[in-house]
């Protein structure tokens, strides 16, 4: 009878070994894979986010990511959603907005080319390019959406050019030049495209004061 309980036990140590790494993902949830992923962004770098080491930093086997995402593009797309979510809305000019959009996308590193690669294949939301439509709605542009788009397009390649000068420093990549600052007059220059996209706009409609 000692002989069958002891077979018993390994063979119950034996099934829960094996089917751990199947069970770990329910540890955790879709945010917080999300969350360490963006975190790790910060960290390594886009080109070494792999499902593989977002699944080593939440203690789980690859596969259990699945669970929550259905592919890396899609855990992708829910990064640049998240990247983009911090853009306000409201009533501040349409070059205002553009800088909202650059500075979202300057609070993670390789945030522009992520949110540019994702943009590209059409997933993940449109918030960025909704916010850019409505500021130049709101300041008279008549083909506000195309513009809104022209405008996200350049703000997505100019941040990443940013980026990717900024990275090239870093490692010394950069020719050597008497500019300590490699990315000087990159603001003006962002300046100058955006409103030469946007066209010509109008001040926004003051609404009329409620008569006392």
């Known amino acids: 009878m000692r002989r069958d309980l002891n077979t018993v036990h390994l063979n119950v140590v034996h099934y829960n070994r094996r089917m751990a790494p199947e069970t ?6 879709r945010d917080s894979v999300a969350r360490s992923a963006l975190a790790l962004l910060d960290e390594v770098g886009l080109a070494d986010l792999s ?15 699945y669970w ?28 205002a907005t553009a800088r909202a959009v650059r500075d979202a996308l300057f609070a993670y590193r390789d945030g522009a080319e992520l949110v540019l690669s994702t943009y590209a ?21 008549t083909d506000a959406a195309d513009r809104g788009a022209a405008i996200l397009h350049f703000v997505l390649g100019h941040a990443t050019l940013v980026q990717q000068r900024m990275h090239a420093d870093s490692h010394g990549a950069l020719p050597v030049a008497a500019e300590t600052d490699v990315t000087a007059g990159l603001d003006r220059i962002f300046d100058l ?20």
């Not at 706009?201 to 006392?212: C, E, F, K, M, S």
């Open 68 to 95: 929550h995402f259905a592919s890396k593009q899609e855990l992708l797309a829910e990064l640049a959603d998240r990247i983009t979510a911090s853009i306000p809305r409201g009533s501040a000019g349409v070059l």
């Open 51 to 65: 499902m593989r080491r977002i699944a080593a930093r939440l203690d789980l086997q690859p596969s259990a990511l």
């Open 121 to 141: 294949l059409q997933l993940g939301s449109s918030h960025a390019q909704s916010v850019l439509t409505e500021a130049l709605g709101a300041h008279g542009a």
């Open 193 to 212: 495209g955006v409103i030469a996209l946007a066209g010509t706009l109008t001040a926004p409609a003051t609404p009329p004061r409620a008569r006392v």
């Open 24 to 29: 770990n993902h329910a540890r955790h949830d």
